[in-house]
């Protein structure tokens, strides 16, 4: 029997698979990945094995390949992250998404690439940081009244800032990190972000997040809630062009996320192919999915 490995972190993992204890609030989410996971996998000969990302060296032994998974603390130790995948690449262990891959999308600036492939992507200002000068900046060159701040090495929204025109930060203020300045578009709380969830290239599932009354952010963390959709032909199109444009061979899976813009087309917001949620209660179908798609990556 083959053996999987399904990378998590601290955070994420449950105190009995070697968790901190404190888990993060969305680490259900991870719960519900291995719940899907699992009995597929075992049913098409594999076994799932859960490991923290930053485990020693030994825990890998015996494992054929790994999922990038729930390891969501990547975004503050990016270097660690990288130099691991390399690590157990370089120990004959098949990364999925492989690492040259991550490396790409791990900073937020791969959307540039896509644009320049023909992608509608968000009017971007990308900057090293961002202080006061910069947000008067963005206002003018975007005419808008809101702003969204975003790491270019990030996930969940964490350290996001939604800027209004009418209350600017202080003169002292600063970001902290290398950053994506974008306007704020209202299609995020009117339609929501439509997700294409795409494994092996063929799409497995959609659906709509919208965010809570009252705040932008669509991740549960925030209280953001998900519907699954079928989408039209037009939509499914429309992010399969984003796989198209990867400068790699097509993801073992990937997450599409993209917004409507004023003219009506799908501008994609990210191309998550490191460790996102693949939303499995959306698309009960997933686990079995993941798991052929796997198999046929080992030869099972």
Not at 65 to 80: E, P, R
Not at 259 to 272: C, G, H, P, S, T
């Amino acid at each position: 029997m083959k053996t999987v490995g399904f990378l998590a972190c601290e955070t994420t993992l449950p105190l009995h698979f070697g968790g901190i204890g404190e888990r993060r609030g969305d680490a259900f989410e991870h719960d519900l990945m291995i719940a899907a996971l699992a009995p597929a996998f075992e049913a098409a000969g594999l076994d799932l094995k859960v490991i923290d990302w930053e485990a020693p060296i030994a825990d890998f032994a015996g494992v054929d390949l790994v999922l990038l998974g729930t390891s969501w603390n990547y975004q503050d130790k990016a270097d660690a992250f990288l130099a691991r995948l390399d690590e157990l690449a370089a120990i004959g262990i098949k990364v999925c998404n492989p690492p040259d891959l991550v490396r790409w999308n791990i900073q937020k600036t791969y959307l540039r690439d896509l644009a320049e492939q023909g992608a509608a992507t968000i009017p971007t200002l990308w900057l090293t940081d961002v202080g006061l000068s910069d947000i008067e900046d963005a206002f003018k060159a975007f005419e808008c009244d809101r702003l969204v701040v975003k790491r270019q090495v990030g996930a969940g929204a964490l350290g996001q800032v939604l800027v209004h025109r009418d209350d600017l930060p202080d003169p002292a203020w600063r970001f902290g990190h290398p950053a994506m300045v974008q306007p704020f578009l209202p299609a995020i709380a009117e339609e929501g972000e439509l997700s294409f969830i795409f494994i092996d290239g063929e799409l497995s599932h959609a659906l709509v997040k919208r965010p809570a009354s009252g705040d932008y952010r669509i991740q549960s963390l925030y209280g953001g809630v998900e519907t699954a959709f079928e989408p039209d032909a037009g939509q499914t199109a429309a992010a399969s062009a984003i796989l198209d444009a990867l400068p790699f061979e097509t993801p073992l899976y990937a997450r599409i996320d993209m917004l409507r813009a004023q003219d009506n087309r799908l501008m994609v917001m990210e191309a998550e192919m490191i460790e996102p949620y693949l939303y499995p209660v959306q698309g009960p179908q997933l686990g079995e999915r993941l798991a052929r798609a796997v198999a046929k990556r080992l030869d099972v």
